[in-house]
């Protein structure tokens, strides 16, 4: 399966949908049956909805010396492999962390010393159920640590789907506020929270010595985000995150998307322009006195969706901007 396989969007959201309102109508539900947590999904159902497939093989990507760029299934998985050991950015699920140790070591790693959540959600993270068990030390923001130890519903507007807490030796054995940084493989491993926005724990991990970052889900290749703004993000906390990062890197710096393929700092400066232009039409719509229905009406994203994908396949982004914006 090729990474434009794996990683069409738009035909993935089209799959939850037509997923989703198949299990409702499995368990005698209806589609406004989403909006209760009695009825949210769990792997097993998300994974039918979205035709997830474990046995996909793991696709490398070397970004520069010692950094490399797993895909697979779930979020990008950053590599830096070296003389310190080896360290990921996101870990996908456990179901994949075997192919994740096949393609390390075809590159010259061992065992995974270091892993980084990028953020709580499921995707990024359930890899930890399998590297938490074999040795691998796990790092998160103090929030996403918080958030792992205990069972979540997380909105996807579409659906809702049931997060459990991880077991403890899943669970982050290094958390942070702010800022912290590895001195690893010859280079410093930089990871900054610049606030809530995809979620309320999000990080951005900088690697100095190749010139790279991995957004994480702030940063979205794939079309429109998700934002969480029932776990605490916004569309203003990821204008904020998108900025505050972006003026710590420069125009040759590497940039590992949550989601989508490695790109540049062109295409990161052009997604802050969208958040905010999306940003300024929606608020206007509101003051004046718009309601969620009637600014879905709109289309305000009509002269975006050639660059970004069309809104309509995004796990409501526009309903995560007006939610946002009214809380």
Request: charged letters at 20%; glycine letters at 10%; proline letters at 3%.
């Amino acid at each position: 399966m090729s990474r434009d396989q794996l990683y069409d969007w738009s035909d993935m959201r089209d799959r939850l949908i037509a997923g989703t309102l198949t299990l409702l109508v499995s368990i005698g539900g209806t589609a406004q049956d989403v909006t209760s947590d009695e009825t949210a999904m769990n792997l097993e159902q998300l994974q039918e909805a979205f035709s997830w497939d474990f046995d996909t093989p793991i696709e490398v990507q070397t970004v520069a010396d010692g950094l490399h760029v797993f895909f697979g299934i779930g979020g990008n998985i950053a590599v830096s492999i070296g003389k310190s050991g080896v360290l990921v950015v996101d870990d996908q699920f456990p179901e994949m962390i075997p192919k994740v140790n096949d393609a390390i070591a075809e590159l010259g790693g061992g065992a995974i010393d270091f892993a980084i959540n990028t953020h709580w959600h499921f995707d990024h993270a359930d890899g930890n159920k399998a590297l938490g068990p074999a040795g691998s030390w796990i790092v998160a923001h103090e929030h996403s640590a918080e958030m792992m130890a205990k069972d979540n519903i997380i909105n996807l507007v579409i659906a809702k789907y049931k997060q459990e807490a991880y077991p403890p030796d899943a669970l982050p054995v290094i958390s942070f506020g702010d800022r912290m940084t590895f001195h690893f493989n010859g280079g410093d491993i930089e990871l900054i929270h610049a606030g809530a926005a995809h979620t309320a724990g999000d990080v951005a991990v900088i690697f100095r010595k190749q010139n790279a970052v991995h957004f994480g889900d702030v940063y979205n290749k794939l079309g429109y985000p998700f934002v969480d703004v029932d776990s605490g993000g916004s569309i203003d906390g990821m204008i904020r995150f998108c900025e505050t990062v972006y003026a710590e890197l420069n125009e040759d710096t590497i940039v590992i998307p949550g989601h989508g393929e490695v790109t540049d700092m062109a295409d990161v400066a052009a997604y802050i322009e969208m958040l905010k232009f999306v940003r300024q039409r929606v608020k206007a719509l509101i003051d004046e006195g718009k309601t969620m229905q009637e600014v879905l009406a709109v289309n305000v994203t009509e002269d975006l969706d050639e660059s970004f994908g069309d809104v309509s396949q995004s796990l409501g982004f526009i309903n995560r901007v007006y939610t946002s914006l009214t809380k």
